[in-house]
């Protein structure tokens, strides 16, 4: 490498839902930029997330979890969010969980057995590992058998090995000027980093079945002073769904609000003044038109 040269490059983070990929990609920046929950399938969309230092630029790149057996239109978009972001990235990050190795995972190998590109096998929530004895086998096996460049054991949650695995991925990014400036941190405009805020509070707050009926919409951004006026639409697939999202004189709904604007303020560092509604527009999940139409459009 020549003297002051810089490195850039893409890396994309994949696997199956809920091993933690947007808990690594907030733990990496240092920065809540990804929502994350206990359920899965929580990310629906890709997002950039960008860390520079001094002679790198890291743009990471999340992914919903690659998922079989739903047939939706959501399902399918989210699907295609992986398959393109494995396109030209010059590191894969290929994430699985504890000692675990599920058809799933399979399923993800198979798929980037196609792609060119290095692939990191990254096993988190190590720190749920109770007899650590049994880590050093677990690794050796996969990397007989599953066609990966390194496997690297990480707890994204607790920091744990997380510079090793940055340095890992370093030295294999291109010398390259910086594609993005120095202090961006997304590709993404505020208002979907708001609406994907909204939504983390509801799949956080609400049953199992609830977050995959529901999407968020911003109808309003605006900044009046000091102060950034939010208006949020948020759709559900059915009447019961909105009243249970509502909840009980508004109290849900008004904690999810009061806990969204705790994180926007921290994210937009301003006042907030949110306000939400609830619709109920049924069918939205399983139509491609109506789906484009709140954001989820990736032609
Ligand atoms: N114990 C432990 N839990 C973790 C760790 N990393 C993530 N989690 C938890 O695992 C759950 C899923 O994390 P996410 O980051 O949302 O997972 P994801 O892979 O982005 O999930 P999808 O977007 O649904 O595909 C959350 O409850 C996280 O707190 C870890 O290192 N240790
Ligand atoms: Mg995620």
Redesign the pocket.
Known sequence: MTKNAHRCGYIAIV??????????LNHILGQKL??????????RHKLLGIKTTEDTQFIYV?T??LHQGQKKAINRYMNRAVTTAIQDVDVVLF?IEKLQWLPEDEAVAQRLAEIKSPVILVI?????IDDKETLLPHMQKLLEQVNVQEVIP?????N?NLDRLEEIIRVRLPEDDFFYAEDQITDRSSRFLAAEIIREKITRQLGDELPYQMTVEIEEFTQEGKILHINALILVEREGQKRILIGDKGDRLKKIGQQAREDMQVLFDSKIMLKTWVKVKSGWSDDERALRSLGYDDR
């Open positions: 696997g199956r839902p809920n091993v933690g990929k947007s808990t690594l990804s929502i994350t929950s206990r359920k899965p399938q929580t990310t999340d919903p979890g994430m988190n929530k190590v720190d749920t990480v707890s994204a949650l607790n744990q």
